[in-house]
């Protein structure tokens, strides 16, 4: 099970830097992403597989966010890039999809994932992942990003702002 949550999270990683990324990745950036894929896979793997007890009803929760976590990213991910993908699109803010039920829900989605990945390998001590994951995504990506869409779209921004949710959709 979790060499599946490691491969299903490397090919949507893949897909997304090779379909969804609009920009060039420096080296530094590729190097970053994949010492974080490898640090998880190891982590996950090596706690996971000490764990003697059985897979339980902590471990099925523990699929379900994985898997939920990895549609709610991607699919929200493929939405935007086909919007983009239309010229009359061009310099417009992305607000539809599943956008519209939280401003950072692809971040979301990366959340439920890793909680469900942690939960799968029966170490709770591992939780300590996502916490940190949350922590950077409250405290250091989305202010940066929302600085960003705020300084490109203006009022268009603001507006969607004051209606969508940050992260949890309709909660915070």
């Given amino acids: 099970m979790l060499m599946g949550a490691a ?3 490397l ?5 997304a830097i090779c379909i ?3 920009r060039r990745m420096g080296w530094a ?3 970053i992403i994949a010492l974080w894929i490898g640090a998880m896979d190891v982590s996950f793997a090596y706690f996971g597989g000490r764990n003697v007890a059985s897979f339980g009803g902590i471990g099925d929760v523990g699929v ?4 939920a976590g990895s549609v709610v990213h991607t699919a929200s991910e493929w939405q935007r890039h086909r919007w983009k993908q239309r010229p009359e699109n061009a310099g417009h ?11 950072h829900i692809n971040y979301f989605g990366d959340e439920a994932l890793f909680t469900g990945w942690t939960l799968m390998t029966g170490q709770m001590a591992l939780l300590v992942i996502p916490v940190i994951m949350a922590l950077g995504f409250l ?9 960003y869409l705020e300084e490109r779209y203006g009022d268009d921004f603001r507006n969607y702002a004051r209606r969508t949710k940050r992260f949890i959709p309709y909660v915070y």
């Fill in 20 to 22: 969804f990324v609009q």
């Fill in 7 to 9: 491969t299903l999270y």
């Fill in 64 to 67: 379900f966010l994985l898997l």
């Fill in 29 to 31: 950036e590729v190097g």
């Fill in 11 to 15: 090919a949507r990683t893949m897909a």
């Fill in 93 to 103: 803010l992305y607000t539809g999809g599943l956008f519209r039920h939280a401003r």
């Fill in 139 to 147: 405290f250091g990506n989305i202010p940066a990003l929302d600085r």
